[in-house]
């Protein structure tokens, strides 16, 4: 029996699994591809304070060892499910795994949609990118694409019109479906323009780097290249939270519905992370939400 079992071993998790040690319980950190969770696919991470730069692998690494330094433990199976019984929750995994906790973090973050191509999953943090604020400096004074025309499409282009060369903007539709506001201020950037009812159909790579983006345009049939150093993909996040829907209710988008808190509908499930519906997903807002977490979880056994 663990004091606290922590799903998904990302920032969140992770720092959650560091709080709770330090508190003196017990956890379990249960993670299903790679620990140190999304932050591992960054180059550069140029944004937690107090380390000017550092690498996302080397980041998720040090993270991990910080954890398990303190006595985490850890397994690398895929939660499957979350009950309660009474006071105790049991936890159960792809792998035939079944752990009791007196209480639970669901740390799960949050998946970007992609675009289904070849050779996608390689390139993501060697050329495809989700985050401008994150890796749009990595590409001062080159030229970048932006997949998508809604807000998060157009808001993020216009970071990166600051820095980059040249930003094309590739949309599917005949239409931006991101607010005027946006794309009255992308018009006025001469160094930004807009395909619509266009699509990419292949990633154009060279040595593992990508160099550009063959393009197939819906309307006319017509298909085209373009070079670019960079492609930052902004076609929607995917939570996986359905599983855990039952204990813990989800918003309109399917995120976890909590606040700072971090508290759900059910005593002792607390949720942390880019999983819970919040304004920025980052790793300072995860691991803040992992602090706060695993703080009210030893509260809920205190009580
Ligand atoms: C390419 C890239 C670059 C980024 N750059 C930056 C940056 O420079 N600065 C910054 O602050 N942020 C950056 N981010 C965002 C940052 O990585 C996230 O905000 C942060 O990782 C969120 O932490 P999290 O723990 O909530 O979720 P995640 O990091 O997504 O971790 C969740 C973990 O849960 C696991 N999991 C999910 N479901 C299950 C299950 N059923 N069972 C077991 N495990 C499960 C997942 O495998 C994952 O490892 C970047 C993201 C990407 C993808």
Not at 99 to 112: D, R, S
Not at 145 to 173: D, F, K, P, R
Not at 177 to 202: M, P, R
Not at 204 to 218: I, S
Request: glycine share 12%; aromatic share 6%.
């Amino acid at each position: 029996m663990y004091d606290i079992l922590i799903v998904g071993g990302g920032p969140a998790g992770l720092t959650a699994a560091i709080y709770a040690l330090r508190a003196g319980r017990s956890a379990l950190v249960i993670e299903k591809n790679g620990f140190g969770g999304q932050i591992a696919f960054s180059p550069k991470v140029e944004n937690i304070p107090g380390t000017r730069t550092i690498s996302g692998a080397e980041f998720a690494d040090k993270l991990t060892d910080h954890a398990m330094d303190l006595g985490a433990e850890v397994e690398l199976e895929t939660v499957t499910a979350v009950e309660k019984s009474g006071d105790i929750f049991t936890v159960t995994t792809e792998e035939g795994g079944s752990y009791n906790a007196k209480a639970v973090i669901l740390a799960v973050g949050v998946k970007h949609r992609t675009l289904g191509l070849p050779g996608e999953e390689e390139l993501i943090g060697n050329g495809i990118s989700f985050c401008a604020v994150c890796d749009g400096a990595f590409y001062t004074g080159q030229d970048v694409a932006m997949i998508g025309g809604g807000n998060s499409a157009l808001q993020e282009a216009l970071l990166l019109a600051e820095v980059c060369n040249h930003v094309t903007i590739v949309q599917n539709l005949a239409f931006l479906t991101g607010e005027k506001k946006l794309a009255d201020a992308l018009a006025e950037k001469d160094n930004v323009s807009i395909l619509y009812s266009t699509v990419v159909s292949e990633y154009l790579t060279q040595d593992g780097a990508l160099t550009g983006l063959k393009l197939h345009n819906d309307a006319t049939g017509q298909e085209s290249e373009i070079a670019v150093n960079g492609t930052f993909l902004a076609v929607g996040l995917m939570p996986e939270n359905d599983a855990f829907a039952h204990l813990a209710s989800l918003n309109a988008w399917g995120y976890f519905d909590s606040d700072e808190s971090c508290t759900t509908a059910t005593a002792g499930l607390f949720v942390a992370g880019d999983c819970r519906s919040k304004y920025i997903r980052q790793v300072v807002t995860a691991a803040g939400d992992g602090a706060i977490a695993a703080m009210a979880a030893c509260k809920y056994l205190d009580r």
